[in-house]
């Protein structure tokens, strides 16, 4: 389980993310408070993470990254808006995680064969998987 520092980067990160189209829609706030929730972060201090970041913290595992890129998919496609700067971000977000380029292009573009664009868990972990052997 990751560190209460890594909980607030975690989250910090996907708001960031969020605001990158200068505006967090109400879809998007309710599944980071789920993920805050989820990690046991209270509503107080998962608040303040709009006003102020919290350290970064790239996650310490190869499957804590993948979980966070897939976070990250998530909220991009919450609001069934896909905007190329948040494809761009994501992708950048992905590479500075050490996550491999060919894994992250490969999700990006069959995200668009799924419902929602929502990659199953274990598709994801499938592409991935097929990246490190």
């Given at each position: 389980?990751?560190?209460?520092?890594?909980?607030?980067?975690?989250?910090?990160?996907?708001?960031?993310?969020?605001?990158?189209?200068?505006?967090?829609?109400?879809?998007?706030?309710?599944?980071?408070?789920?993920?805050?929730?989820?990690?046991?972060?209270?509503?107080?201090?998962?608040?303040?993470?709009?006003?102020?970041?919290?350290?970064?913290?790239i996650p310490k595992s190869q499957?804590?990254?993948?979980?966070?890129?897939?976070?990250?998919?998530?909220?991009?496609?919450?609001?069934?808006?896909?905007?190329?700067?948040?494809?761009?971000?994501?992708?950048?977000?992905?590479?500075?995680?050490?996550l491999p380029p060919s894994a992250?292009?490969?999700?990006?573009?069959?995200?668009?064969?799924?419902?929602?664009?929502?990659?199953?868990?274990?598709?994801?972990?499938?592409?991935?998987?097929?990246?490190?052997?």
């Amino acid at each position: 389980m990751s560190s209460y520092e890594e909980k607030l980067s975690i989250l910090s990160e996907m708001i960031s993310f969020a605001k990158v189209d200068n505006t967090v829609k109400e879809s998007e706030y309710n599944l980071l408070l789920g993920v805050a929730t989820h990690l046991g972060v209270d509503r107080n201090t998962f608040d303040s993470l709009f006003e102020k970041e919290a350290k970064h913290v790239i996650p310490k595992s190869q499957a804590d990254r993948i979980l966070q890129f897939h976070r990250l998919v998530l909220l991009m496609n919450v609001d069934a808006v896909q905007e190329e700067i948040e494809i761009g971000r994501l992708h950048n977000i992905g590479l500075g995680m050490g996550l491999p380029p060919s894994a992250i292009e490969q999700v990006l573009s069959i995200m668009h064969e799924y419902p929602n664009n929502v990659v199953p868990p274990t598709v994801l972990i499938d592409i991935f998987k097929a990246h490190y052997n």
